[in-house]
């Protein structure tokens, strides 16, 4: 790390001018598009590293990246297991990237037990590469060398291409743990065999390391360079993935990381959290750079408690974010309930993940869209927004604190798993100091003011803080007129509701309508929310391509949701949400229209808007791919064909 | 310690006061760089204004005791990093001055290329490891003419930048929360409603999502908002502007930004004058500027009262800075690095002594004895330097420490709590580096003198207590509580037997080991010595003839280290009887010998003995009273003192309530407002006893969940059923 | 030390706050003989006595009777959900140190509902005043057993009888890590429960005060027993704790000297069963508190979040060749 604080780059760009300093023999590089590789180990191998080294690599030399984790739902799985397959997969192409894409092209496996994992998962493209750690048909135990030749066997003749890799052995000459270093190694033929720049590698491997003794950096960087000898000795493969350079000052984060310096540049001083993936880790990072800024993360001893804690906090002045997952986003309803009968601004972000229940911890799935709208009893507004790429969830939490402190209202932040752990560009937010919470009012309130002088117009009150002199009043979440005073009269009761809903439509008034993707009208309207952006235009560049009349609407606002929705739906024949949560498969016998269970979003755009929307949708726990949306639209406009 | 024994063989005398004497007592201390003693120092860059200084071989030591484990290893690190840590001390002596950590690099790669190992051999994974635990760094300097100046600035630069984090640390507060009050109050303006704001507040920069215009119409208020008024606004603002502005110390984080700063004060002056003058001249912004602080402190707690409290500031000058205020600004540096001289200086140093303000004087003295010729003066100029501490206790509230560059760090408690003490202060030090005493290291030659009471070390601490018990101290003299220190001095006799024997180090040792004092020396080989010489120390105590008839000498070594004996003459006998004397007197301040004490002892004593003669019993004024019991009233002691209180009771047949003990239930209240009514603390009393019923009494009595309400005998006799409430009542009266 | 000059200024707009002016518009609607009365009126008391600001005080509650207090001070008050007081109190803490803030919890709303939020209250040791008002039985929901009910109780949720031994929040408190300060009032004895009210407030750290509280409705003779026989409340003095008035030593004249930091003797004093024991049980001074802990070094500045982000930026940030990569030169 230099002095500046600059740590890695600061080589980059010298080396750059230098030409490839590898000595290797020339092979012509076949140009791509794009590529998407995996790596895959056992847990604790360091295959994550190694993908997210090689992501960070290429996005320097200006490639497009997203990467997305592959994580064991165990802490500590059995070695070699299907389960226990831990890594990364690094899509890379020459312009941007927006999604985690489909099949990968080439798949680096440390064992058959791990490779089998991606295969059952259907992840790899079919014919795809595969290189693989040959050290099993050496083991000691017969079983172990027959399990690894069945698979390479069956592979091979499933019409993979299969490259077996000595990476132990080869490893074994640097470093006395082979279980350490492949990663490096694998990543040094990565870099060879994507024609990467050997020193944009090396400055990476060096700020891996950045803390560790010289020794660990110069053995490192000698297992980089060994794996890039090694594959263009040894391989046939070669690519390039050209890029246009760098044009803006950027940064690759993941979505949880980018939550958390979105808390941080919100002004929020306060954060009240419980362990749960997939939110946690944003909790973490925010752990570790909170309190540099003089703010404080609470990890409470549960979900009601991290939401109540934030609530004080807020109402003390110090407008708070509560950051969690689908089940605990249940626990807090409560609380949630009570903010908004109180009118006390709240920021609570809900990481995604597969439900009902404790569900899929690690995997993705949009299924608490419903809950976050309506999950409490009783009428209770609240704003709630999707993000729908790594960028969003950095300015989101900036806008969501600001909306609930304007209109002292919740604001629910929707992301998701697979946001959460992926990995994209995107421009170097320049720091605003209007993005801060202002100080807490502490002045006197005027003499004739009440707690809860709603505003006719807007329902906006004007709260009074602890501390203002004059402002004395009992905060409560029963029924309460315009002092704050409990009161059980059909008439007060009314008009609280009405200032509460009032704030949501004045709101409301504010938004607007995202432009349609694609064009402004045509056959197929697919609507999406969420982490789904990306792959859903993915899916209509490619249709329209085809010369399908399709386009895409994505919606951030889901409550309260922008005008002309309706207007843009009617101009296209079809129109279709695409959701990563449950709906009915239509071809089950047992299914009707009258039965049917649809995705949240087509059921809420049916219920406001009286338009036959259909929806279709996966919940399996994996981010949605561009090609499957292209699938499913294909249908939906053969279907309407077939209707005419 | 080792030393070798001085040779006192029967070699030919040398001529006479050619090569320099040197006392005996010194001689053991050749090649002091093979020593571990108190220097080099180290001046740590530490934060914590306590430990400012360290003796190199204190840290070797606990890099040591972390790193070197028990067995040979630990042993062989032990030794490598003492040998780097001789290179240190050799590279220091001889002039070299660096940081530790790059004294440390640079010489361990040396000893590494001269040991021939290779790079990352044993020899340099153990420097290595022992570099690591390291905890401190900071400059090394060694024992010269440069030593207290570089320690006392290095030490007040400390406590200087510490005040500075303390000063930044309550300003910075105070110019964020009126910052806050200015912010909070914009927030409710109508620019900040506006769609630019809005849109800039919302950090969604390419997202158009929202339409600000919409919302700032939204949010265009029906109730205009409270704004705090237009004079406080200024006033707040004219603070914060005198606040970020403030020339006393560098900037902190939340005043960084002030487009008027100007350049920050220095606090380092090299002559009293200049810094009296200096703070004269910067009054005025001390008072703009502790007004600014006391009003941002009331405005921050929205306290301040324009009627109340702007007359006071009107008329705020120079009487009104409390010491708490002054306490908050930087203290002054004076460096007097040759003594002083000029006699206003002297003057303007007690003018700046006397003072209450914070400055701290440090004089440097190289030279204690002052030129001789033609004769040793009684009082020489640099001497009276020399006797400026002494003489700045009697100002009674500037705290004096006088010392000796060699104690320096056996007092550096003492001086780090002189640079914290409020006023003014007196840092007087013996630098060692006289250069007519050529030969002796500035360490010996200034411990020497303390050791010889020619510059004892003394503090005098205002803050320490009341009386000179408390603020005086002479503890860190060696053996304080007699005339001269006795030292065992080991000798070959003229056989080459080790001997021996207890010597006194004078004034007059001291005195030999300066060139200019050698007229006054006669240097005599074994075969010279006499009977009729003794030691000075034992010449100063004979009176009458034999002052006469001895001969004082002084126990030396000639160049060669063989041992001789230093016949002094009466001009350095009597500068020794001069010295002895006003160390008899830094005794007696010391509470040492004190004559008072001794003379009441010696009255006390002759009384208790006549006493003792005529078998009376002792004066009874004179013995504490022990046996009279004092008749000490026994108080319960959970009991809070006080009269005895009665119960509220009115009268013994009127209706009353033990209000102490009512828990405000309302029941009785509810029954009568008129006849029940709670006092100042909600706690129920009878209010009128005619304001109700004595029904509604006994009720009251009957509801009363605690039993409290007595309702005496029936007030009005026309009352219906008094019979049967009569009885009811009973069980409550 | 002698005032600052500023603290003398600012004594000079020092309000004399009296009773009145923590008394809200609203009157108690507690039922007549309530003992809930007794601790609203201990704590205007202890407000006026310690001049609080009333803008500067929060009484924060959950559900239930006991947390109607809130209502009836005239002060910042937040009447929140059941159980949760004690983590919205935290809340307001955590960034508020200038606040005093009271929570007032009853022995359902605390002990049973929110019962994981006080374990971790006394944990976390915050500069809170928490008053259980323990009355042994839900009154608000018309009598049902609640944690601290004795076994026997006969009410709607327990026709037949509670079937358990209540829970005694004295020795669960006194059992908690960190815990600092915990004592025990009755309402029947107003001056102790003012007077201990008073030590709670001043104690730095989390002070639990329980105030054993009578229910006329639904608990009505309850205390009878101790409310009329002085001698079986043992009250707990001290030196360091509780003195007692005159007028009060002479009514209750079964007093124990017990030291706050003798835990095993303040555990024995907790499981007390014929007598009710009234005072200061455990004082420990020395427990940090987690709102000082978490108060952060620095205070949140513009300057200081740029730094932060930048440093963070700059440390997964990729720039073009062409530009200037900290926006510095090098």
């Keep these: 790390m230099t002095s500046d604080g600059r740590q890695d780059f600061a080589g980059t760009a010298e080396f750059r001018h230098d030409p490839d300093p590898t000595p290797s023999r020339p092979r012509p590089a076949e140009v791509l598009a794009e590529s998407i590789v995996e790596i895959v180990s056992d847990s604790g191998e360091g295959a994550q590293r190694c993908g997210q080294s090689l992501a960070a690599i290429a996005a320097r030399m200006g490639n497009g990246i997203w990467t997305v984790e592959i994580i064991p739902a165990e802490i500590q799985p059995p070695h070699r297991s299907v389960a226990g ?67 390479v066997a069956g592979v091979r003749a499933d019409g993979y291409r299969v490259y077996e890799v000595p990476m132990a052995a080869e490893c074994q000459k640097y470093v006395p743990d082979p279980r350490k270093g492949k990663n490096m190694f694998v990543l040094g033929m990565l870099c060879a065999i994507y024609s990467l720049d050997a020193e944009v590698a090396r400055a990476q491997v060096r700020f891996i390391f950045a803390k560790k003794d010289q020794k660990i950096i110069n053995a490192n960087l000698e297992l980089l360079d060994a794996g890039w000898a090694w594959a263009d000795a040894n391989l046939d493969l070669k690519y390039k993935v050209p890029a246009p350079p760098v044009a803006a000052r950027q940064v690759v984060m993941n979505g949880n990381a980018a939550l958390a310096l979105g808390v941080v540049a919100s002004g929020m001083e306060v954060c009240a959290m419980y362990p749960i993936t997939p939110a946690t880790s944003a909790s973490h990072y925010l752990s570790s750079i909170f309190e540099k800024v003089g703010c404080v993360v609470h990890q409470a001893e549960d979900e009601i408690s991290a939401a109540t804690f934030a609530i004080g906090a807020s109402y003390a002045g110090k407008c708070a974010v509560t950051i969690t997952s689908g089940p605990g986003l249940s626990l807090k309803q409560e609380a949630l309930g009570l903010a908004v009968m109180a009118e006390i601004p709240l920021v609570v972000i809900d990481v995604q993940r597969g439900g009902p229940s404790t569900g899929l911890p690690t995997k993705v799935e949009q299924g608490d869209l419903m809950a976050a709208m309506f999950g409490g009893h009783g009428d209770a507004p609240k704003v709630v927004m999707a993000v729908s790429s790594i960028e969003e969830c950095f300015y989101s939490v900036i806008t969501a604190r600001k909306i609930a402190e304007t209109f002292n209202m919740v604001v629910i932040i929707l992301s998701d798993a697979s946001l959460a752990t992926a990995q994209q560009p995107f421009e170097r937010p320049v720091f605003n100091p209007d993005w801060l919470a202002p100080p807490i009012n502490q002045s006197a309130v005027p003499e004739d003011a009440k707690p809860y002088d709603w505003d006719a117009r807007t329902g906006i009150a004007t709260r009074f803080i602890p501390g203002q002199p004059n402002g004395m009043h009992c905060l409560t979440g029963l029924a309460h007129d315009r002092d704050s005073h409990v009161a059980y009269d059909a008439a007060i009761n009314e008009e609280g509701l009405l200032q509460r809903s009032r704030k949501l439509a004045a709101f409301q008034t504010t938004l607007r309508l995202a432009p349609v993707f694609g064009g402004d009208d045509g056959d197929l309207l697919l609507i999406g929310w969420g982490s789904t952006k990306g792959a859903i235009e993915e899916a209509v560049t490619a249709l329209r391509a085809q010369g399908h009349k399709v386009s895409s609407l994505h919606l951030k606002y889901l409550q309260p949701m922008a005008s002309g929705i309706d207007a843009v739906m009617k101009r296209f024949g079809k129109v279709m949400t695409i959701e990563n949560n449950w709906n009915d498969p239509k071809d089950d016998p047992l299914i009707n229209d009258d039965n049917r269970r649809l995705s949240s979003l087509a059921l809420l755009l049916r219920a406001r808007w009286l338009v036959d929307v259909d929806c279709w949708g996966k919940a399996r726990g994996q981010p949605l791919k561009p090609s499957a949306i292209m699938q499913a639209a294909l249908a939906k406009l053969e279907t309407a064909e077939g209707e005419q | 310690m080792q030393h070798t024994p001085i040779a006192t063989g029967n070699a030919s005398a040398p001529p006479m006061s050619v090569a320099p004497l040197r006392p005996a007592l010194l001689a053991r201390y050749a090649g002091l760089e093979e020593l571990r003693y108190d220097y080099p120092l180290v001046l740590t860059e530490s934060m914590d204004g306590q430990h400012l200084f360290r003796p190199l071989s204190r840290i070797i030591d606990n890099v040591l005791r972390a790193t070197a484990t028990p067995g040979p290893a630990g042993e062989a690190l032990r030794q490598q990093v003492l040998r780097l840590e001789m290179r240190i001390r050799h590279a220091v002596a001889e002039g070299q001055e660096g940081r530790l950590s790059d004294l440390w690099r640079e010489l361990s790669a040396d000893l590494i290329r001269q040991s021939g190992e290779a790079p990352f051999g044993p020899l340099d994974t153990n420097l290595d490891t022992a570099r690591r635990a390291l905890k401190v760094d900071g400059l090394v300097i060694g024992c010269d003419a440069g030593t207290p100046g570089k320690v006392l600035t290095h030490a007040w630069e400390a406590v200087h930048a510490e005040r500075a984090r303390r000063f930044r640390k309550r300003v910075d507060g105070l110019i964020l929360r009126l910052s806050d009050i200015l912010k909070s109050d914009f927030m409710k303006s109508d620019e900040a409603h506006g769609p630019k704001a809005l849109e800039s507040a919302m950090g969604a920069h390419r997202d158009g999502s929202v339409d600000f215009g919409a919302l700032s119409a939204v949010l265009a208020r029906a109730r205009p908002e409270d704004r705090i008024p237009n004079d406080r606004v200024e006033r707040i603002r004219k603070v914060l502007a005198v606040l970020k502005c403030q020339p006393f110390y560098a900037p902190g984080r939340a005043s960084h930004f002030c487009a008027n700063r100007r350049e920050t004060y220095s606090y380092t002056f090299d002559s009293c004058s200049a810094a009296l003058d200096a703070l004269r001249e910067r009054l005025p912004d001390v008072l703009d500027f502790t007004k600014a602080l006391t009003i941002a402190e009331l405005e921050v707690e929205n306290k301040y009262r324009a009627e109340l409290h702007d007359p006071i500031f009107e008329q705020f000058d120079e009487s009104d800075l409390t010491s708490d205020q002054m306490g ?71 705290f004096v420490l006088q010392s000796a560059s060699a104690h320096l760090y056996r007092m550096r408690d003492r001086l780090v709590g002189g640079l914290h003490f409020d006023g003014p202060a007196l840092f007087s030090i013996y630098s060692g580096a006289t250069a007519t005493a050529p030969g002796i290291p500035a360490y010996i030659l200034s411990a020497a003198a303390t050791e010889s009471r020619a510059f004892p070390s003394f503090t005098y601490d205002p803050t320490a207590g009341p009386d000179w018990a408390r603020r005086f101290d002479l503890s860190d003299n060696p053996q304080n509580d007699v005339d001269w220190p006795q030292h065992d001095l080991a000798f070959e006799d003229a056989i080459g037997q080790r001997q021996s024997e207890s010597v006194a180090f004078t004034f007059a040792d001291f005195a030999v080991c300066d060139q200019r004092y050698a007229r006054f020396c006669h240097s005599q080989t074994r075969v010279e010595w006499t009977t009729t010489m003794v030691p000075v120390c034992d010449w100063l105590k004979e009176t009458g003839a034999a002052e006469y008839l001895h001969k004082p000498y002084v126990c030396g070594v000639d160049p060669d280290d063989r041992m001789v004996r230093i016949v002094v003459d009466d001009k350095i006998t009597e500068a020794a009887r001069r010295c002895n004397d006003a160390w008899r007197r830094l005794q007696e301040l010391a509470g040492i010998n004190n004559s008072h004490a001794l003379k009441l002892l010696a009255d ?50 009127g209706p009353w309530i033990e209000t102490a003990r009512c828990t405000t239930c309302n029941e009785c209240t509810q029954i009568s407002k008129s006849l029940f009514a709670y006092n100042e603390n909600m706690q129920a009393y009878v209010a009128d006893p005619d304001g109700g019923t004595y029904r509604q009494l006994v009720e009251a009595a009957e509801s009363c969940q605690v039993s409290i309400i007595h309702p005496g005998k029936p007030r009005n006799p026309q009352e219906p059923n008094l019979d049967d409430l009569i009885e009811r009542a009973e069980a409550f009266n | 030390m002698t005032a600052s000059m500023s603290q003398c200024l600012m004594q000079m707009v020092q309000t004399d706050y009296q009773m009145s002016d923590y008394q809200s518009e609203i009157a108690p609607r507690w039922c007549a003989g309530c003992g809930d009365n007794a601790i609203l009126t201990a704590m205007q008391r202890l407000c006026r006595d310690e001049q609080l600001p009333p803008e500067k005080t929060v009484c924060v509650s959950g559900i239930g009777c006991s947390s109607r207090l809130p209502h009836y001070m005239n002060a910042y008050g937040f009447h929140g959900i059941h159980g949760r007081a004690l983590p919205i109190a935290e809340g307001i803490k955590i960034r508020r140190p200038d606040l005093n803030v009271f929570v007032t919890t009853g022995d359902g709303d605390n002990c049973s509902i929110g019962a994981a939020h006080w374990l971790h209250a006394i944990r976390y040791n915050m500069n809170l005043t928490v008053l259980l008002h323990d009355n042994q039985v839900y009154g608000l929901t018309k009598k049902q057993a609640s944690p601290t009910s004795p076994k026997g109780l006969k009410s709607n949720t327990t026709p037949y009888g509670a079937a358990l031994n209540p829970l005694n929040p004295l020795s669960v408190t006194l059992g908690v890590a960190n815990v600092s300060f915990v004592a025990q009032a009755v309402d029947w004895i107003p001056d102790l429960l003012y007077e201990i009210l008073r030590k709670a407030h001043q104690h730095r750290g989390l002070s639990f005060v329980r105030v054993l509280q009578r229910c006329p409705e639904f608990m009505g003779h309850r205390f009878d027993d101790w409310v009329r026989d002085p001698m079986k409340m043992r009250i707990l003095t001290h030196s360091d704790g509780l003195r007692l008035k005159p007028e009060v030593s002479r009514v209750y004249k079964n007093q124990e000297t017990h030291d706050p930091l003798d835990m095993p003797r303040a555990l024995a004093i907790a499981s007390m069963q014929e007598e009710i024991p009234v005072g200061i049980l455990y004082n420990d001074p020395s427990v940090p508190c987690y709102d000082d802990l978490r108060a952060g070094e620095r205070p949140n500045t513009p300057a200081l979040v740029k730094t932060v982000l930048d440093e963070e930026f700059d440390k997964v940030g990729i720039w073009p060749d062409s530009a200037d990569p900290a926006g510095s030169t090098e």
Excluded at chain 1, 85 to 114: C, I, K, M, Y
Excluded at chain 1, 137 to 143: K, L, T
Excluded at chain 2, 349 to 371: K, M, N, R, V
Excluded at chain 2, 625 to 648: L, M, N, R, W, Y
């Design chain 1, 85 to 151: 397959a831990s890594g990364n997969r690094v899509r890379f192409a020459s312009g941007p990237v927006t999604n985690v894409g489909d099949a990968a092209d080439l798949v680096v496996a440390f064992n058959e037990q791990v490779l089998l994992s991606r295969l059952h998962a259907g992840e790899i493209k079919p014919g795809g590469t595969i290189l693989i750690e040959n050290a099993w048909q050496n083991d000691p135990d017969p079983a172990i060398v027959a399990a690894y030749a069945k698979v």
């Design chain 2, 328 to 398: 908050l600004l930087p203290s002054s540096l004076v460096f007097l690095r040759d003594g002083v001289t000029d006699p206003t200086e002297i003057t303007r140093a007690f003018e700046a002594l006397a003072s209450q303000l914070p400055i701290t004087i440090l004089i440097q003295t190289d030279d204690i004895l002052g030129a001789t010729s033609p004769e040793p003066p009684r009082a020489s100029l640099a001497a009276g330097t020399a006797r400026l501490a002494a003489m700045a206790m009697g100002l009674n509230n500037a």
């Design chain 2, 604 to 653: 006390e004593r002759k009384a208790r003995e006549s006493a003792a003669r005529t078998a009376e019993p002792p004066a009874p004024s004179m013995v504490p009273v022990a046996d009279v019991q004092a008749p000490t009233p026994v108080v319960a002691s959970t009991a809070i003192d006080g009269p005895e209180v009665t119960p509220d009771k009115t009268s013994d047949d």
